[in-house]
Every structure is written in structure tokens, then in C-alpha cells.
């Protein structure tokens, strides 16, 4: 047996191992970068995310989408189902058009039906002058992405009782319904990690209290709970109050999930190695939770509170829908919905309910992207 | 057992009493009261209201003592049995509460086993078949009827219920038995309006359940054991039946506590749009007129509903699963 032998000469590991540039650049990147990378691998969370990117982009310009203004009648076009587009007239391709749009009083029972007059065509025009608005409250504008010729009408999605395009009235409510969300998660998150921070760093007393106040509040059915405060706010108060109102109380209730993750999250991570080790080498408490704690579960609250925008944007909805929340002039989806909320509608009036697609595809996208979020918020998890 | 139990309840009381607290703060905030909006409402109409009689009826219900007074007095009437009295009805609460409590009960438990149900065949295949199609078909089934909301849903059943069945719209039973003695024909009107209901409130409930049951059993089925009952042969139904399910049983129990929120303000709003004979329209018309000791009480009600469910889901589980009750202290 030959004695054990040890190279004296020093020992560089990268000489035998020697990293590959993917390697490298996997191992030199950010936090954030893995993040992304992890998430791009998520497509239908990037898909939606995309689509949430879209939407919210689209309210910047909702004036210049909508065909028609927010409150424009069309008193000969009263309960108008939506108007078909079509491309191809008898046998020959014009691109978008509608045709003639008539109406006529059935007087067993009192409706006005609507029909197609297939021999006048009216084709879609892109980028032209219609109802005049403020663009952004600064300047003068007409400009629409599309409206209809002269003569004609175009009704995507029909419209309501007073005869106003619920195509435009949707974009309109798109501003209120997808904003309330964020609103009210920006509240609830400073909320919730302000509560949760305390509860989770002083611990003691303060954590019980924190703790027996999100138990009380989470065991509270919510619905009831944001009816009864919205019954408080008074009717006087303007509507931009009541919107403000609105938000808050949907964020007063919301933030106990949020604060139990902070918690828990401070709880575990102040155990952790590396903050032992910065505690050791003199680092002080605001730079260990700011440097180290933080960004170790911040993605983390990101994605929590990315998932419970939904819940947020089905109680504005739900609420106004009672008659409880946002009332008109404001228009929010909830406010639309409010029209449909009777059997009739459902059987003669079916397009009414049409603003419901918008918030199923909205909520859709929210749970999706936060998915993902949630996933690649943890990139080194495999 | 016995002091888990013990300590459970004792945990309760001050839970229900920070919440009748909160209650009556929220039902005190509007400013005015059931009366000035009574009288104006009144003057609004042309008449005359005796100043005599309206402070004699402030005099009586203790409007103008002070906050706390007003509290003490409603929250020990409570312990009595007494929680006030409606003014919009001029009868007792618990009169006008009356079968509404139990009809939210009802739907709410109906509730509770349609999503078992629904979300437990679906959950275990979910889980067995993890990103096959028929894994991602059924959690985008899931995913619309979470997104729908619950209002519009009711809406169209009760819809197609009429048009279908020719079930009579809104309402728990057939007009005709409104005031009938219970009967096999009554029960069953009442089976046919229940389903609506029930149907629509689970939806919500169901998607979240089936996301948590597949994470529950996944975590579970790639334990040792599972690998360990495999290489042995066991079929594969029967292995996982035997283990990782009573395992994922526990949290079936579990998330009662978490369900029962959500379910019971589901139930308020369907059964507005339903027009229901439960909670759910009272307690709007009495936020809106000012009723407050009609909305406190139904919110109390509603309070002490979920709190008791939670705590009799976790009494279950504390039966059921040995490691919660060594744990002690962990409340959830």
C-alpha cells in the first residue's frame, strides 16, 4: 500500500472547473435578473402581464378609443342590441362595415326590434373626427381610433336605456374599475407591512395585539363588513370622495394577509445565517432589514399583493352592483352592471350584462400574472 | 382534548367581544340617527311630527346617552337574549331575525358540501394527472368561476332555471307554500330553489379549494412513503386512497375556517340578487334606512356564525389529527 500522496502546489478549483459563459452569466446575475428569466419561462403569466400592461395603458387614452363620449344619447337608438361588423358584402371584401341599422315597434310586446338594412354600406372609418372631449383635461381633441360615416351608427356592444354606446361606456369604466385596485393595494400594502413590520420586529405585546386584531378582522365575512361601511359615507359627498371612500374601505379590510406574510417572513428570515453574520460583523438594524431582510421576501409581497387585486376589483364591483358604492356620474364596471340587475335584463336585454367580460378577463389576468410572480419571486427554488 | 377545547373558547370570547365592539362603532358612525331621518322623512310627506312623542321614543331607546352607555346596554341585552329592537319593523330583532339566521345557516352549509363535493374528485385527479390536459381543462373551469362574479352568475341561473324547469323566480320556495306547514311538496319547492344558490356561492369557493387540495396531495405523493407502498405494489388507487388523501383529509376540515368568510358574503350578495329569504336583503335595507340595531345584531349574527364554524372546524381537526393538539399554542 503506497503512502497517500498530496500535491504541495496550491490548488486553484477553477483551473480544473472551468465555467461556462452561460454558467457565469447565470451565476453573476442579479436577483432581479433570475427573477425575470424565471418568469419569461411562465408564458401565460407573460401573456397576462402583457394584457395587464395593455389595459392599463389603454386608460390613458380611453377618450381616443371610445367611438363615442362617456354620456353622448342616442335617443333614436334606445336599447340597441350590439350591431354586427362585417367584411364581406356579397361576396366582395370592403374591410369593416356595418349596414343600415333600422328599427321597429312591436307593439305585442313593446319592444323596439332592430334589423339590418343589407342594401346601404357604411364602411368603418379609422382616425376620424367625432364627439369633441378634453384630452387628458388640457387640450381640445375629436380624434377617434374609429367611428361611423355620416348616417350611420356604429353599436359594438349596444346600448343601454338613455340609448349610450356600452362599447364606449366600458373603455370609460375601465378607468375607475382597473384603478380602484391599485389604489386600494398601494393603501393596504403600506398597511400591511407597516403592521406586519412592527408585529414581526418588536414582537411581544405588540405582536399579539397585531395578531388577535388580523384574526378578528379575517374572521369577519367581508362582503357584510364593506357593506356596512360603505352605508356610512355620506351622500353629499362628491364622487371623487366617495371613489377615495371606496378605496379605502376596500384597503382597511385587505391588509391582514399582506401584515401575516411580512410577519412570518421577518419572523424566519431574522434566524437566518447571513443575518447572524451581519449582525456579527457591526452591521445596525435599519441597514440588516433594509439590505438584507427586505429585498429577501419584498418580491414575495409583491406577488401576494399582485393576487389579491381581484378580490379588491370584485367588491368595488359587487358593491356598486348593490348600489352601495360608486354611483353615477361615475362610471366603473360595477356602475354599468348596477343596470342589469334585474331578471328582465337577462331575457330581453342581454348585452347589458356584456361590462362582466371585461372584469372576468381582467381577474383572469391578475391571478395568472401574480402566479407567476409568485414563482419566480423565489428564483433560487428549483 | 379537554383543555384545548377549553382554551379555544376561552380565546373566543374576546374575539366576539373586540367584534361587537367594531359592530357597533360602524353602525354608529352615519351621522343622524333612525329618527331624524324618520322625521324628516315624515316632514318631507307633509306631516306633522309631535316633538312630544319623538322625545319620548329618543328617551326610550337611549339615543342621546353617550356611546359607551349605548354600547353596555346593547352588548348585555345581547347576553340575554335581547338584541334590540327594529325600528323600521317596530318589533324585537329577534323577531324580524327570526328563520333568516337559520336559512343562511342552511344555504352556508349546503355550501360547504357542494364544494367538498365538486372540488374533491376534482382535486385528486388534478393532482394524479398534474399537466395533462385534462389537469389544466378543469383548474380554467375553475379559474371563470372564481372570476365570475357571484351576482351576475345567480342572475342568469335563476334564468335558465325558469326557462328550463320553470322553477318561479326568486325566493327559497313556490309562492304557494309561503305560508303552508311543512310538507314533502314544500320541502321539495324548497330543494328546487335551493340548488341556485348553493351552486353559485360554491363556484367561487370550489376554484380555490381545488388549487389547495393539488398543492396539498402533490406535496404529499412525492413523500417516501408513497415511493415505499409503490415499489411494495399497491395499486395505485387504492395507495392513494389509503395515505396521502387521509392526510390531505385534515385540511379538507382545515380550510373551513377559511371558506366560511367568503361563503357567508357570498351568500349575503346572491341572495340580494336572488331575492332570498335570508340576511342578506334585511340587513341592506336596514344599513341604508339607519336601522341600527337591525344591522348590528345581523352583523353580530354573521360574526358569531363564522367565528363558531371556525372554531367547531378546528375542534374537528383537533379530533382528527393528533399533532395539533401536542402543538398547543398555534391557534390555526
Given amino acids: 500500500m503506497s503512502e497517500h500522496y498530496v500535491n504541495p502546489a496550491p490548488f486553484d478549483p477553477h483551473r480544473i472547473e472551468r465555467m461556462s459563459p452561460e454558467q457565469e452569466k447565470y451565476y453573476m446575475a442579479s436577483q432581479w435578473r433570475l427573477m425575470w428569466w424565471r418568469f419569461k419561462q411562465h408564458r401565460l403569466a407573460l401573456f397576462c402581464g402583457v394584457l395587464l400592461l395593455f389595459m392599463y395603458a389603454s386608460i390613458l387614452i380611453c377618450e381616443f378609443l371610445a367611438p363615442y363620449a362617456l354620456s353622448t344619447r342616442h335617443t333614436d337608438y334606445i336599447y340597441s342590441p350590439p350591431q354586427p361588423v362585417h367584411f364581406m358584402h356579397e361576396g366582395r371584401f370592403v374591410g369593416p362595415f356595418v349596414y343600415g341599422w333600422d328599427h321597429t315597434l312591436n307593439m305585442d310586446k313593446l319592444l323596439r326590434e332592430y334589423s339590418e338594412d343589407t342594401s346601404r354600406v357604411y364602411p368603418l372609418q379609422f382616425f376620424c373626427a367625432g364627439d369633441p372631449y378634453r384630452f387628458w383635461g388640457l387640450w381640445e381633441a375629436d380624434l377617434h381610433l374609429f367611428c361611423a360615416p355620416e348616417g350611420a351608427k356604429v353599436f359594438l356592444f349596444g346600448t343601454d336605456r338613455l340609448g349610450r354606446d356600452m362599447f364606449s361606456r366600458i373603455i370609460y369604466g375601465a378607468r375607475i374599475s382597473i384603478t380602484i385596485g391599485l389604489v386600494g393595494i398601494s393603501l393596504s400594502f403600506v398597511l400591511g407591512i407597516l403592521l406586519g413590520g412592527l408585529a414581526g420586529y418588536y414582537g411581544g405585546w405588540v405582536d399579539a395585539s397585531v395578531q388577535r386584531l388580523t384574526e378578528v378582522i379575517r374572521s369577519f365575512p367581508e362582503l357584510p363588513l364593506w357593506m356596512a361601511l360603505s352605508a356610512i359615507l355620506p351622500v353629499t359627498w362628491s364622487p371623487i370622495w366617495i371613489f377615495f371612500g371606496i378605496t379605502l374601505i376596500l384597503a382597511l379590510l385587505d391588509w391582514t394577509g399582506l401584515a401575516r406574510a411580512v410577519r412570518s417572513k421577518l419572523l424566519a428570515l431574522r434566524e437566518e445565517d447571513y443575518c447572524t453574520a451581519a449582525q456579527l460583523m457591526g452591521a445596525r438594524p435599519g441597514r440588516i432589514i433594509g439590505r438584507h431582510l427586505l429585498p429577501g421576501f419584498f418580491s414575495h409581497l409583491i406577488a401576494s399583493a399582485t393576487l389579491s387585486i381581484p378580490a379588491m376589483i370584485l367588491g368595488e364591483t359587487a358593491l356598486s352592483f348593490l348600489g352601495l358604492g360608486l354611483r353615477p356620474p361615475i362610471t366603473s364596471w360595477g356602475v354599468l352592471l348596477n343596470e342589469a340587475q334585474n331578471i328582465n335584463v337577462v331575457a330581453v336585454y342581454p348585452w347589458l350584462m356584456l361590462p362582466v367580460v371585461p372584469v372576468i378577463i381582467i381577474i383572469l389576468a391578475f391571478n395568472f400574472f401574480g402566479d407567476g410572480l409568485r414563482d419566480a419571486a423565489d428564483p433560487y427554488k428549483h | ?332
Fill in chain 2, 1 to 332: 382534548m379537554g383543555p384545548y377545547i377549553l382554551r379555544r373558547l376561552l380565546i373566543m370570547i374576546p374575539t366576539l367581544v373586540v367584534i361587537s365592539f367594531i359592530i357597533f362603532v360602524i353602525i354608529q358612525l352615519p351621522p343622524g340617527d333612525y329618527l331624524e331621518t324618520y322625521i324628516a322623512e315624515l316632514e318631507s310627506q307633509g306631516e306633522w311630527v309631535d316633538p312630544q312623542q319623538i322625545r319620548m321614543l329618543r328617551e326610550q331607546y337611549g339615543l342621546d346617552e353617550p356611546f359607551l352607555q349605548q354600547y353596555w346596554t346593547w352588548a348585555t341585552g345581547m347576553l340575554h337574549g335581547d338584541f334590540g329592537y327594529s325600528f323600521e319593523y317596530g318589533l324585537p330583532v329577534t323577531e324580524v331575525v327570526g328563520d333568516r339566521v337559520f336559512l343562511t345557516t342552511l344555504i352556508s352549509i349546503c355550501t360547504i358540501l357542494f364544494t367538498w363535493m365538486v372540488a374533491f374528485p376534482i382535486g385528486m385527479y388534478s393532482a394524479t394527472h398534474q399537466y395533462s390536459w385534462g389537469d389544466y381543462g378543469l383548474t380554467l373551469i375553475g379559474f371563470l368561476g372564481l372570476a365570475t362574479p357571484n351576482f351576475l352568475l345567480a342572475l342568469v341561473m335563476l334564468y335558465f332555471a325558469n326557462v328550463t324547469f320553470g322553477t318561479s323566480i326568486g325566493g327559497l320556495m313556490d309562492p304557494q307554500y309561503l305560508e303552508a306547514d311543512w310538507s314533502w311538496a314544500k320541502f321539495k319547492s324548497v330543494l328546487e330553489h335551493l340548488w341556485i344558490p348553493v351552486v353559485v356561492i360554491g363556484t367561487s369557493g370550489t376554484a380555490a379549494m381545488i388549487r389547495r387540495l393539488r398543492a396539498n396531495l402533490l406535496d404529499e405523493l412525492h413523500k417516501p412513503y408513497v415511493v415505499t407502498a409503490r415499489a411494495k405494489g399497491v395499486p395505485p388507487f387504492k395507495l392513494l386512497c389509503k395515505y396521502p388523501l387521509r392526510v390531505a383529509l385534515n385540511f379538507f376540515i382545515a380550510d373551513i375556517g377559511n371558506m366560511l368568510p367568503s361563503i357567508i358574503s357570498g351568500a349575503e350578495i346572491v341572495a340580494v340578487v336572488l331575492s332570498l329569504p335570508t340576511t342578506g336583503p334585511i340587513l341592506i335595507a336596514a344599513l341604508q334606512s339607519q336601522d341600527m340595531y337591525l344591522a348590528g345584531s345581523f352583523l353580530m349574527f354573521l360574526a358569531i356564525l363564522t367565528v363558531v364554524g371556525v372554531l367547531v372546524s378546528d375542534i374537528a381537526l383537533a379530533l382528527l389529527d393528533p399533532r395539533i393538539r401536542l402543538q398547543g399554542g398555534a391557534s390555526r
